[in-house]
């Protein structure tokens, strides 16, 4: 008894309250968050007051005003575009800094819905002018024409509820399925060949094997990507309620952000692979290196920005955690400037191009072939085949003398004879010697000098200054053995004897001793037969082709 006394004495009260919670709400427009309950509120089915709901349209009569307003919560709820009110702002003196002027607006939903906002008029939020002005054509870009026409030819059972769905639209969602499945069937095929003819026209080149795998992949999530345009253009038709739009939309714009995603991966390694056949075709082998630098960068790229686009249709604030990843980022930095040093290094080394892969530089201390250009550093192997690790700040701000580089490879060296050798025999073997390096097939025959250029303390020097041609060391170094040995036959050929740092001490009229100096035979004769002799011989040693260089 108590109880039940209890309720009587309160269900009164009880519902008084609930009458005025009710009438408490009444139109305000002092600030966006207001506006848009007034909006919203008095279009719900247990509050439909459309005339209030007007009330945030400026400028129209009253039949004109709760048409738009009526208009612009279908389009909502059609799209899926859930307001949440708590994320509304209440701040009459809102101001939109997106663009390059300030505006007193609210845009409700930037990314999927930027023509409708609201803007300030006389110190009260209204639906904006353009967005009235545009909500008609907005209208019919979400529920086409055919739609009424649709609900109008749909006869009475197919208003049946089956689980809570009308079975015509049971109906109506297979046939749009259906007709998406052809659609990605059809559109695939146009997609690779599409792909194939701007692969030809960009590259010039008849498209290889694994070209055409990875062209095949890209054209079925470009084939997803229009199937899903077109259920994305379809469904507000159908007219399912905001919840189920909001989640469908939902899936939609992820599904849509992970083929994008894909896509753009496929792109990253198609790229790449004509980037890399390219390099294959040139002299250096530098930028070889960067083709896996450059698709692990783009890659890690791609993931991050689909990343974010993610987190977006979550309704996360991606510019505050962007920021917040900055400020890391640059704390990261100042923690760790060498890393940053070596990277804006190693970016420095592949803009300029300093050297290539097996150049061989003098960096410093650091003499030998270039391996390999990391991101951190890079890997150098000297002639006793150690290797050295440059950090690339350091070599980025080195003196590096690019041996790799040179035109021709420099060879000079002095010949030196006895000082008892006569002068046409010298002149002899210049002429010789000259003879030789015309012939070489290794070196320059345009630029040499063979000459006797001084006195030095045990022999008459002979220079002998040549320009191989092969930039390969283990090249040079073979025909440096071809030279030498042809010198060294043509000395024995004319009886030129080389001259070593000794000391000879000589006595006029001993008796009994004769000359221990050697005889020369300077007849032109002789002279001419050994340079031919010698001549003949190298020429037959000369292999049919040169060797390659590495």
Same mark, same amino acid.
């Given at each position: 008894?108590?109880?039940?006394?209890?309720?009587?004495?309160?269900?009164?009260?009880?519902?008084?309250?609930?009458?005025?919670?009710?009438? !408490?709400?009444?139109?305000? +427009?002092?600030?966006?968050?207001?506006?848009? /309950?007034?909006? =919203?509120?008095?279009?719900?089915?247990?509050?439909?007051?459309? $005339?209030?709901?007007?009330?945030?349209?400026?400028?129209?009569?009253?039949?004109?005003?709760?048409?738009?307003?009526?208009?612009?919560?279908?389009?909502?709820?059609?799209?899926?575009?859930?307001?949440?009110?708590?994320?509304?702002?209440?701040?009459?003196?809102?101001?939109?800094?997106?663009?390059?002027?300030?505006?007193?607006?609210?845009? +409700?939903?930037?990314?999927?819905?930027?023509?409708?906002?609201?803007?300030?008029?006389?110190?009260?939020?209204?639906? !904006?002018?353009?967005?009235?002005?545009?909500?008609?054509?907005?209208?019919?870009?979400?529920?086409?024409?055919?739609?009424?026409?649709?609900?109008?030819?749909?006869?009475?059972?197919?208003?049946?509820?089956?689980?809570?769905? $009308?079975?015509?639209?049971?109906?109506?969602?297979? =046939?749009?399925?259906?007709?998406?499945?052809?659609?990605?069937?059809?559109?695939?095929?146009?997609?690779?060949?599409?792909?194939?003819?701007?692969?030809?026209?960009?590259?010039?080149?008849?498209?290889?094997?694994?070209?055409?795998?990875?062209?095949?992949?890209?054209?079925?999530?470009?084939?997803?990507?229009?199937?899903?345009?077109?259920?994305?253009?379809?469904?507000? !038709?159908?007219?399912?309620?905001?919840?189920?739009?909001?989640?469908?939309?939902?899936?939609?714009?992820?599904?849509?952000?992970?083929?994008?995603?894909?896509?753009?991966?496929?792109?990253?390694?198609?790229?790449?692979?004509?980037?890399?056949?390219?390099?294959?075709?040139?002299?250096?082998?530098?930028?070889?290196?960067?083709?896996?630098?450059?698709?692990?960068?783009?890659?890690?790229?791609?993931?991050?920005?689909?990343?974010?686009?993610?987190?977006?249709?979550?309704?996360?604030?991606?510019?505050?955690?962007?920021?917040?990843?900055?400020?890391?980022?640059?704390?990261?930095?100042?923690?760790?400037?060498?890393?940053?040093?070596?990277?804006?290094?190693?970016?420095?080394?592949?803009?300029?191009?300093?050297?290539?892969?097996?150049?061989?530089?003098?960096?410093?201390?650091?003499?030998?072939?270039?391996?390999?250009?990391?991101?951190?550093?890079?890997?150098?192997?000297?002639?006793?085949?150690?290797?050295?690790?440059?950090?690339?700040?350091?070599?980025?701000?080195?003196?590096?003398?690019?041996?790799?580089?040179?035109?021709?490879?420099?060879?000079?060296?002095?010949?030196?004879?006895?000082?008892?050798?006569?002068?046409?025999?010298?002149?002899?073997?210049?002429?010789?010697?000259?003879?030789?390096?015309?012939?070489?097939?290794? /070196?320059?025959?345009?630029?040499?000098?063979? $000459?006797?250029?001084?006195?030095?303390?045990?022999?008459?020097?002979?220079?002998?200054?040549?320009?191989?041609?092969?930039?390969?060391?283990?090249?040079?170094?073979? !025909?440096?053995?071809? +030279?030498?040995?042809?010198?060294?036959?043509?000395?024995? $050929?004319?009886?030129?004897?080389?001259?070593?740092?000794?000391?000879?001490?000589?006595?006029?009229?001993?008796?009994?001793?004769?000359?221990?100096?050697?005889?020369?035979?300077?007849?032109?004769?002789?002279?001419?037969?050994?340079?031919?002799?010698?001549?003949?011989?190298?020429?037959?040693?000369?292999?049919?082709?040169?060797?390659?260089?590495?």
């Amino acid at each position: 008894m108590k109880t039940k006394f209890w309720l009587l004495l309160f269900f009164p009260l009880l519902t008084l309250a609930q009458v005025q919670s009710v009438d !408490s709400v009444k139109v305000d +427009l002092s600030n966006p968050n207001a506006t848009l /309950t007034t909006h =919203l509120y008095f279009l719900q089915q247990d509050s439909y007051q459309p $005339e209030k709901s007007a009330k945030t349209i400026y400028g129209l009569e009253e039949t004109d005003a709760i048409r738009k307003a009526i208009k612009i919560k279908k389009i909502l709820d059609g799209k899926g575009l859930y307001v949440d009110l708590k994320k509304i702002t209440t701040n009459p003196a809102h101001i939109d800094s997106i663009g390059y002027t300030a505006y007193s607006r609210y845009i +409700l939903f930037p990314d999927r819905m930027p023509d409708i906002y609201l803007e300030k008029i006389n110190n009260n939020w209204y639906y !904006s002018s353009e967005t009235v002005a545009k909500v008609d054509a907005i209208y019919s870009n979400v529920f086409p024409w055919y739609v009424e026409e649709l609900q109008d030819s749909i006869p009475v059972y197919g208003h049946k509820k089956f689980l809570g769905v $009308e079975l015509w639209q049971f109906v109506a969602l297979l =046939l749009v399925f259906g007709i998406a499945l052809l659609i990605f069937a059809f559109t695939k095929k146009i997609a690779f060949w599409i792909l194939q003819r701007l692969q030809h026209q960009i590259t010039k080149t008849n498209i290889n094997f694994e070209v055409k795998i990875v062209l095949k992949k890209l054209a079925h999530p470009i084939s997803l990507l229009i199937s899903l345009a077109f259920v994305d253009l379809i469904f507000p !038709s159908l007219q399912f309620s905001l919840e189920v739009n909001a989640w469908v939309f939902l899936a939609i714009n992820i599904a849509r952000t992970i083929f994008w995603i894909y896509v753009f991966l496929k792109l990253v390694k198609v790229v790449m692979q004509i980037y890399g056949e390219f390099t294959e075709r040139t002299h250096g082998r530098l930028d070889d290196q960067l083709v896996p630098i450059l698709h692990n960068f783009l890659t890690g790229l791609v993931l991050v920005v689909g990343f974010f686009n993610v987190l977006k249709l979550f309704g996360v604030d991606t510019t505050t955690l962007i920021a917040g990843a900055t400020i890391g980022g640059l704390a990261v930095a100042l923690a760790s400037q060498d890393t940053v040093k070596n990277l804006i290094g190693t970016i420095m080394i592949f803009m300029d191009k300093p050297f290539h892969i097996d150049d061989w530089i003098e960096a410093g201390e650091v003499v030998g072939t270039v391996e390999k250009v990391g991101f951190r550093s890079t890997r150098v192997r000297a002639a006793d085949t150690s290797i050295y690790q440059i950090p690339n700040s350091k070599l980025s701000e080195m003196v590096v003398n690019n041996k790799g580089l040179r035109l021709f490879r420099r060879y000079n060296t002095n010949l030196g004879v006895r000082y008892d050798t006569p002068p046409a025999l010298i002149e002899a073997f210049v002429n010789g010697v000259r003879q030789i390096v015309i012939e070489h097939p290794e /070196t320059r025959s345009d630029s040499y000098n063979v $000459e006797f250029t001084g006195f030095g303390d045990s022999a008459l020097l002979i220079m002998v200054n040549v320009y191989f041609k092969s930039l390969a060391w283990s090249t040079e170094q073979t !025909s440096k053995h071809r +030279l030498h040995m042809a010198i060294i036959k043509l000395a024995a $050929e004319l009886g030129v004897e080389f001259a070593f740092p000794s000391t000879t001490v000589t006595i006029e009229q001993f008796p009994d001793k004769s000359n221990l100096s050697p005889k020369y035979d300077t007849s032109q004769a002789k002279i001419n037969a050994s340079i031919n002799k010698v001549l003949t011989e190298f020429k037959k040693d000369t292999p049919p082709e040169n060797t390659p260089e590495n």
